[in-house]
């Protein structure tokens, strides 16, 4: 491309948008690939462009859209589609709710070549259809086909991008405590379990209430699992006291336990394990006086069918810390981003 004065541009093809701002409007009042005439250099002096940038057919140089275009092509997604390109950029938008992933390192190598900046929504993130996913652009306007290729080269075989549906999962429900099998409190687990699952597409199966016997336990979790439930959630009796039996009873149910206790808070006593594809999640009590926990950000997770893994777990540490906000704006924070 080539800066000229806007006096000697009648005739020249315009390199890019131009962008004015008057009585409320904001848009473009030139388009790129207009053709600049006569009457058009009072317009452009009175929106104080006095230079513009022509195109100039030259090769190895590539114009911000067909750039943004071959950024997006590269890092194609399925369950969601770009739309642009927009003033240099090409955005992605989920076309179903689920799990973001972000390919963090490969993300940082493409912002490291020069002119190209892709920006994402945070990696383990929830959405919902039609949330921003990605932008992808350059900054100048051109830039050189080599930093495209490159780029292209780094996506040839990892991905950069993925958007985990969700998976419809059978659920039960398992509330453990002796006070309240016995009646002498109220249970209100099941009722802030199920609020929470109405965010995924889930069938409950139940919920049932257990003594603190470990036999008792294992035959409630052992009739969701015959019923076919592929997410357990047991409540009660997670911590260290003598008559918490949960993790126990999770472990005799022949479950390999990922992790039991967190480095994040609240929900510091958290179980993660899995009996084939079934998870079993021990849940600790604070997932009943506050709204947000761990719990609430392996949902999203335990919903796809990609495992939790230790890593998973131990990523925590770093932004795992709830602010315990007066008003929460979970998952738009920083709790769980792991």
């Known amino acids: 491309m080539k800066k000229i004065r806007v006096e000697d541009a009648v005739g020249q093809r315009l390199c890019h948008d131009i962008t004015a ?3 409320g409007f904001k ?30 057919d030259k090769a190895g140089e590539i114009h911000e859209e067909e750039a943004a275009q071959r950024l997006a092509a590269m890092a194609s997604l399925q369950d969601a589609h770009y739309e642009g390109p927009s003033e240099g950029k090409m955005v992605l938008k989920a076309d179903t709710s689920g799990m973001f ?26 959405v919902q259809k ?9 900054i100048p306007l051109v830039t050189t086909e080599e930093q495209i290729e490159q780029a292209e080269k780094l996506c040839q075989n990892e991905n950069l991008l993925a958007l985990l549906p969700y998976k419809k999962k059978k659920v039960g429900i398992i509330i453990t405590g002796s006070e309240i099998y016995e009646g002498r409190i109220a249970d209100k687990f099941e009722m802030v379990a199920k609020k929470k699952l109405t965010a995924f597409p889930c069938e409950v199966l139940g919920a049932t209430i257990c003594d603190d016997r470990q036999e008792q336990i294992v035959e ?3 009739s969701y699992l015959n019923q ?54 021990g849940v600790p009590g604070a997932a009943i006086s506050l709204p947000v926990t761990v719990l609430d950000v392996l949902l999203p ?20 810390l709830c602010q315990l906000c007066e008003v929460c704006h979970f998952p738009n924070c920083t709790f769980g981003r792991y």
């Not at 053709?35 to 006095?50: Q, R």
């Not at 919903?303 to 990523?315: G, N, Q, Y």
């Open 21 to 23: 701002m008057r009585d």
């Open 27 to 56: 848009g473009a009042a030139f388009r790129r690939g207009h053709v600049i005439s006569k009457k058009d250099i009072e317009a452009l002096l009175a929106i104080g462009k006095k230079h513009i940038f022509i195109w100039e």
């Open 101 to 126: 992933r972000v390919n963090r390192r490969l993300l940082s190598e493409i912002n490291r070549i020069g002119d190209i900046t892709i920006t994402t929504l945070p990696d383990h993130y929830p």
């Open 130 to 138: 039609g949330d921003r996913l990605a932008s992808m652009r350059i």
């Open 220 to 222: 409630a979790a052992q």
């Open 228 to 281: 076919g439930a592929e997410l357990l959630l047991f409540s009660g009796g997670m911590s260290v006291d003598p008559d918490d039996l949960t993790p126990a009873a999770i472990k005799a149910c022949g479950a390999e336990i990922i992790t039991y206790g967190v480095p994040s808070q609240p929900g510091n006593m958290t179980l993660v394990s899995y009996l084939g594809k079934a998870a079993l999640v």
């Open 301 to 320: 997770q335990l919903f796809t069918d990609v495992k939790i893994t230790k890593e998973d777990m131990l990523a925590l540490a770093e932004g795992g």
